[in-house]
């Protein structure tokens, strides 16, 4: 019987029809394996994953594979989106035993949920050297019934091997400028001149290192760290990576010119790169950098919020190519005779030269990416537009990918922050709403009365799984942006009680922090891991909210635990800057102290919001912002804060020292100047798109 019908995820959802008797992770599988003396199947992926639809066709559907699964296995099927957790434990020893990783993963277990086989995508038939995974599947089968001890003897030596290993996180002291230095030049080593980004293919966007580079150049004037962050930028931005029809980042590139994407879009990516863009152009003013920002902020909203005012985490690679076959990036692929179909020979031939579609294509059968390959073209810009709305309109009329609902709470945190800073900067009250909608589902659906999260939800209803460290921090950090920006002080506060819970259940004694809450489900390993990957690591995120946090209310033990927990980054930085971007961004913002900036004075007085703005533009790393009356008293900063005779005023403060007041938005610039301010203007209302 398989019992993914009742679930909230759907990514278990799509199984729920297969005839595997799938059972979701729970206990009862366990001992369900334990009752018939057969090892468990434990078959990881997610919604928006290529290979795990590939896989699910080929071996899950097949009627004679799932026959021999029912009969001699117990299989479990788990969204490493919604227990990240499982994923991170088994990953490990996946990694740890074959020297590599990824999704599909395929682990076959003990009933004691002890691992002893490891695999990720095995197709049905021996091909390119890997085994069917019906060979897989009998060579398990005769293991665990011919050589039984042999089996427990590995799952309990990787187990032991998995408890013993120990991570150095550096001591209690966070980096100093000359780690950041080392860690800028490592950069610079592996930066890709010619194409942007760091290392070679597959390429990933590299978010985290972005941020990091615009604070370092913000605290020190650092020419490379911005031209670097500059470049991959913009090579992004031209690149297939990026939608050009509709705005929004797919996940990575298959090459090293970021040409041809893997199609699926994540809420993730989208969320840290509208941010990054967001704050290359508060940095240089770049005309590019205001248009993505704002395209993809309007992407996120218009495609993946959902009802509630959440936001979906994926959008599918594959699609129906109008055929019935569903083919990875059949919605945003065209070829020139598709083009002329719907713009005519004339603008079909300019669509085609200015998006670099050629008759050869640069995908799969004779298709193209879109991509704006040729920089130095000057062309009418009336003309573009109607060529850009005519062809996205042609595309909403193509079988469209399939959408994964499920709202996860760290990713949603990333979006409120994108969407409130983007959303003030351009002076786009909308999707300052659009994140407020989505803060308050979080608290709604997701926060329990004793301050503890849901990781995540559907259609409004929370999910029975635990929240880890990411979904504190990021969480934190969005509610933390958003009061920055609206000046109400109760999302400080959930904030505050956010990261209570990260002090009292996250932290080990000496600083360290785990993913998961001592209270948690244990697992045969309690995952700890510092490094960036895709999205910000629970750690680093956890470091800078904290920090965050300590500037705005003045809180010395919530100071003290982003200063210990930024250990790590001393002791990874100069070596693996690529992995551990966010946790040098934060450290950007203990040099730079973070700046406090407090702006009292009515709302709605034009005065009080030129001070806001100045502030909220400022570049300085980390640098926090309250808003509000004198002596607001959900806000500390606000504390002892009166007005300036009369007038609203912004109080500056840095290193336990403060600047004279100010009632001057030029002065106050001055003020929260950095080394590395001056390199474009950003004092416009930011209301109007402009540049290619």
């Known amino acids: 019987m398989n019992r993914l019908a009742g679930v909230t995820s759907p990514y278990l959802l799509q199984h729920a029809d297969n005839p595997v008797d799938w059972w979701p992770w729970t206990p009862e599988a366990f001992e369900e394996a334990r009752r018939r003396d057969v090892p468990v199947l434990l078959s990881v992926g997610y919604s928006a994953c290529h290979w795990c639809h590939v896989m699910a066709h080929e071996s899950f559907e097949d009627e004679v594979t799932a026959a021999f699964l029912n009969e001699h296995f117990v299989s479990v099927k788990v969204d490493r989106e919604e227990r990240p957790d499982i994923d991170a434990v088994y990953m490990e020893a996946v990694q740890a035993a074959t020297g590599q990783g990824g999704w599909p993963m395929t682990v076959f277990l003990t009933g004691e949920a002890e691992p002893f086989y490891f695999g990720t995508y095995f197709p049905p038939e021996a091909r390119h050297g890997m085994p069917s995974f019906r060979q897989v599947l009998e060579g398990v089968r005769v293991a665990w019934a011919e050589r039984r001890d042999e089996v427990g003897e590995v799952a309990g030596r990787i187990v032991r091997d998995l408890a013993q290993r120990t991570l150095a996180v550096g001591g209690a002291q966070p980096p100093v400028a000359e780690d950041l230095h080392a860690a800028l030049m490592g950069l610079t080593r592996e930066f890709d001149s010619v194409r942007g980004g760091f290392g070679g293919a597959p390429k990933f966007p590299p978010s985290m290192v972005l941020e990091f580079l615009l604070r370092h150049h913000a605290r020190t004037g ?128 300019l669509a085609a030269e200015y998006f670099g579609v050629t008759e050869e294509g640069t995908f799969e059968e004779g298709a193209s990416v879109l991509q704006l390959p040729d920089t130095e073209r000057l062309l009418d810009a009336g003309r573009l537009t109607s060529v850009r709305e005519r062809l996205l309109a042609a595309r909403e009329e193509r079988p469209r990918p399939g959408r994964d609902d499920k709202i996860v709470a760290a990713w949603n945190g990333l979006a409120v922050a994108a969407l409130a800073e983007t959303g003030a900067y351009f002076d786009r009250p909308d999707l300052v709403q659009a994140a407020t909608d989505a803060a308050d589902l979080l608290v709604r659906t997701h926060m329990d009365w004793h301050a503890r999260l849901f990781r995540t939800s559907l259609d409004g209803v929370a999910g029975s799984h635990a929240g880890v460290l990411e979904d504190y921090a990021d969480v934190a950090e969005g509610f933390l942006a958003l009061a920055a920006v609206t000046g109400e002080g109760v999302w400080t506060d959930f904030a505050g009680l956010l990261l209570d819970t990260v002090l009292i259940q996250f932290t080990a004694e000496d600083g360290a922090l785990y993913d998961t809450a001592a209270d948690a489900e244990a697992l045969i390993r309690r995952p700890q891991d510092p490094t960036d990957n895709a999205a910000p690591s629970g750690w680093t995120a956890a470091a800078g909210a904290l920090l965050s946090y300590a500037a705005v209310t003045g809180s010395a033990p919530h100071r003290q635990a982003a200063e210990r927990a930024l250990g790590v980054v001393k002791a990874l930085g100069p070596r693996a800057p690529r992995f551990i971007g966010w946790g040098l961004a934060a450290a950007e913002a203990l040099l730079d102290g973070p700046r406090e900036i407090a702006v009292v004075g009515p709302y709605d007085d034009p005065a009080t919001r030129r001070l806001h703005r100045t502030a909220l533009l400022s570049t300085a790393p980390g640098a926090v912002v309250a808003l509000g009356e004198p002596d607001a008293p959900e806000v500390p900063l606000l504390a002892d804060r009166p007005l300036l005779d009369g007038r609203p005023a912004a109080y500056v403060c840095r290193h336990f020292a403060c600047d004279a007041p100010t009632a001057d938005p030029q002065v106050l610039a001055g003020l929260l100047r950095t080394p590395g301010d001056g390199d474009g203007d950003r004092d416009g209302d930011g209301g109007a798109q402009v540049g290619s």
């Not at 041809?260 to 290359?280: G, I, Q, S, T, W």
């Not at 902020?297 to 599918?316: K, P």
């Open 222 to 349: 650092s020419v490379a760290a911005v031209q670097m962050a500059g470049a991959t930028c913009e090579a992004m931005a031209r690149g297939g990576i990026y939608d050009q029809l509709g705005g929004g980042f797919a996940r990575y590139s298959v090459d090293s010119e970021w040409v041809v994407p893997h199609f699926e879009k994540m809420l993730y990516d989208n969320a840290l790169l509208c941010r990054v863009y967001a704050h290359l152009w508060r940095a240089t003013g770049s005309d590019l950098a205001r248009r993505v920002a704002l395209e993809t902020a309007d992407f996120l909203v218009r495609e993946l919020r959902t009802e509630q005012g959440g936001f979906a985490s994926a959008l599918d690679a594959d699609s129906d190519d109008g055929s019935g076959r569903h083919v990875e990036g059949a919605y945003y692929v065209w070829t020139p005779e598709q083009l002329r179909e719907v713009l005519g020979d004339d603008d079909g031939r």
